[in-house]
């Protein structure tokens, strides 16, 4: 079938409606900022000129901020198979991640290593050399490669870390069969579901899954820096004490008692107020989401990604492009990732073309697909301006060279 | 002078055109959720359309979201006695607590306590909780009345962690008195300026403060849920190893390095990524401060407290209000309390009249004064309020009792 046969047939193409894009921008970039819902825009101004400017401090009850969190987790929940009262939206993935691990590491305090993938995203790496550092290296980190993670499980492992997704190369894992594995060595698992949520099918209460956490900014097109999220299988939940005990993970936070008492549930993993803002602009994203089904979402994905690896070929035959994401649909997330020596040049000629994927150090390209928004068309398209970006070596200039602050 | 001959006179007045207050509503609750800045809504609207919809990943770099943490901290470092290069907005109060926590026990590394006041603002005192837990009690909180933190600062004690100005009675505490005490006794100090960014002055170069944090959503009129602050000395920053060591803190975040090198200055304190929407509103908050004197801000401040509690005095009297906040002026921060055992009655009825101050248990009364949008004339009005709800036992009302998730 053609590009435009593809999105004739598509069932998703109505939601496209529902994103504001910018006219002239094939925006593949969905993995690193999701789009803006159009909805969006009219939410946060009700709740800066209704909600905070006239409601004021009684909208923490009259309008719903304080349940915020939960109710978003329990939306979240539903895209990644996670049970009501298993989830919270709150502070960044990274914070997050400290607290998960922290959780985890109380479930099994005679085990002293958390293991991990080289190459992981390296947030989730940092937070563990935090932990080192703060625990007067008590526990260790364990890096290797990622194809010998479960081999390494042995019986000093307390925790499993991993990104069910990876950052990079888009790479998927087996998510039962690796919490399976994790599980008869004794250890915990806390999975990274930045780059899975609302991506691809996730079934963490299948799989088995201790803790997770995620963003909320990438394909769930929560905005920038929108809130993340927090996974805590409930039979885990009473047996671990915050780390990040603040007040509002607190049972009583308005008794304003002197004795941290945990939250009985999911909420005692919060910790300061609530982000209002970015609450009201995750939850818009996440309610499209809820409206549109996950099989579909996962069958569009590979079609747009297999689209992009077939035309992309011969431009790997002749420019030297390395695919760095799996060959086999399986195992490949909602992106397709190339290595190639100029990556950095190729991608800011492409951005000025208005092809707007990543880079990644030290040399891959990145294109995300997000079902939501992306065509077929589009996705040809995209093909054909890094054809003419390479025949011409339009990359080859000077300013495509310049690294900015954020790549 | 009478209210409106102190307002005639006022040279804040002129900033009250600039909030957006709702109708027939007196707001003293700037102290728990700042008013909205009128300018808000049109920035937050830009964020969100412009540079979220149409910049989209751009932004990072083109529209500054990068630098924001870096940019608003250092305007916030100018209310509070800070150098640049020595703040960062991010996170909440309670993680910023634990960061600074744990930055200031790794100095001394000998010690073993954490030292507090009963009755601190919950999150600090449960903040320390949860790292007695997470070091096995290596780490110990030890908390004591409000008047014996000085005489407690043994040879044991490796943090001293106070609020300045107390959120509930309003106290301040003389910074550079207990600082200097502090520092004779071996110990470094964690001051919060939750209540005081924005509501009194602060010299936190002059007092030789250690490290400070700090709340975006209260006098600086940030936004529900707004970034809070945290300040390190410089002296310190290249000593301490972050705990919650996030990509953001990196020296290089973009390098997406295996190993974790924190960033040469404050930033190393940054976690994840920076909350852009939340960011936005704050930084229009702070900015509207750097147009005021602090001098007038505290000035008039006193004079807003000098006024109700003049006007109180009668009620006291006759109703059984016990005035909670100092007397005397140099030790009120920008709040009167006071404690009554039907103050959670109370105060629903003068919400129900539209005067707006809030209740915390078990018996306080809050009554905010934000110079830059509160007058003389509310102040007394509220008063007038306060005396119908008393003589007719208005507040003797079955739904004033009934108590709501946020108090």
């Known amino acids: 079938m053609t590009p435009e046969q593809l999105d004739a047939a598509d069932p998703l193409a109505p939601f496209r409606d529902r994103f504001a894009l910018p006219e002239g921008v094939i925006y593949l970039d969905g993995n690193s900022l999701g789009a803006r819902p159009k909805a969006a825009a009219g939410r946060i101004a009700?709740?800066?000129?209704?909600?905070?400017?006239?409601?004021?401090?009684?909208?923490?009850?009259?309008a719903g901020w304080i349940e915020a969190p939960r109710r978003i987790g329990d939306?979240?929940?539903?895209?990644?198979?996670?049970?009501?009262?298993?989830?919270?939206?709150?502070?960044?993935?990274?914070?997050?991640?400290?607290?998960?691990?922290c959780a985890a590491l109380s479930l099994t305090?005679?085990?002293?290593?958390?293991?991990?993938?080289?190459?992981?995203?390296?947030?989730?790496?940092?937070?563990?050399?935090?932990?080192?550092?703060?625990?007067?290296?008590?526990?260790?980190?364990?890096?290797?490669?990622?194809?010998?993670?479960?081999?390494?499980?042995?019986?000093?492992?307390?925790?499993?870390?991993?990104?069910h997704v990876h950052y990079k190369t888009g790479r998927m894992r087996d998510m039962a069969l690796t919490t399976r594995l994790a599980h008869e060595a004794g250890a915990s698992i806390v999975?990274?579901?930045?780059?899975?949520?609302?991506?691809?099918?996730?079934?963490?209460?299948?799989?088995?899954?201790?803790?997770?956490?995620?963003?909320?900014y990438k394909y769930l097109n929560g905005g920038p820096g929108a809130p993340a999220f927090l996974f805590a299988a409930k039979r885990h939940q009473q047996k671990v004490m915050p780390a990040l005990s603040g007040w509002f993970g607190h049972a009583e936070p308005f008794a304003f008692d002197d004795q941290y008492r945990p939250a009985p549930g999911v909420e005692r993993f919060m910790?300061?107020?609530?982000?209002?803002?970015?609450?009201?602009?995750?939850?818009?994203?996440?309610?499209?989401f809820l409206e549109a089904d996950m099989a579909q979402v996962r069958s569009k994905s590979l079609s747009l990604s297999r689209l992009f690896i077939e035309r992309m070929k011969p431009l790997c035959a002749a420019h030297g492009f390395q695919l760095a994401s799996p060959e086999l649909e399986a195992e490949r997330g909602s992106q397709v990732s190339y290595r190639h020596p100029q990556?950095?040049?190729?991608?800011?000629?492409?951005?000025?073309?208005?092809?707007?994927?990543?880079?990644?150090?030290?040399?891959?390209?990145?294109?995300?697909?997000?079902?939501?928004?992306?065509?077929?068309?589009?996705?040809?398209?995209?093909?054909?301006?890094?054809?003419?970006?390479?025949?011409?070596?339009?990359?080859?200039?000077?300013?495509?060279?310049?690294?900015?602050?954020?790549?």
Chains 1, 2 share one sequence.
Not at 140 to 148: A, D, F, T
Not at 399 to 406: I, L, Q
Request: proline share 4%; aromatic share 6%; charged share 20%.
């Open 191 to 216: 999975w990274d579901l930045s780059h899975s949520a609302g991506a691809v099918p996730v079934d963490l209460t299948s799989a088995g899954a201790d803790f997770a956490v995620g963003c909320g």
């Open 343 to 407: 990556g950095y040049a190729i991608m800011q000629a492409l951005i000025a073309r208005g092809v707007v994927g990543d880079f990644r150090a030290p040399d891959i390209l990145r294109f995300g697909f997000t079902p939501l928004y992306t065509s077929h068309v589009e996705v040809a398209a995209a093909v054909d301006h890094m054809a003419q970006v390479m025949e011409g070596g339009e990359w080859d200039r000077p300013e495509y060279k310049v690294r900015a602050a954020v790549t």
């Open 75 to 101: 939306k979240i929940a539903q895209l990644v198979g996670a049970g009501n009262g298993e989830m919270i939206a709150c502070d960044s993935t990274s914070v997050n991640i400290f607290k998960t691990l």
């Open 46 to 62: 009700q709740v800066v000129e209704r909600e905070w400017g006239e409601g004021l401090i009684t909208s923490w009850n009259a």
């Open 271 to 288: 910790v300061g107020t609530p982000p209002v803002l970015g609450m009201a602009a995750l939850e818009v994203g996440v309610d499209l």
């Open 109 to 163: 305090p005679e085990r002293d290593t958390i293991l991990s993938e080289r190459g992981n995203f390296p947030t989730d790496i940092y937070m563990v050399q935090g932990i080192e550092a703060l625990t007067g290296r008590r526990i260790r980190q364990q890096l290797v490669e990622p194809g010998e993670v479960e081999g390494a499980m042995g019986d000093h492992v307390a925790v499993v870390l991993l990104t």
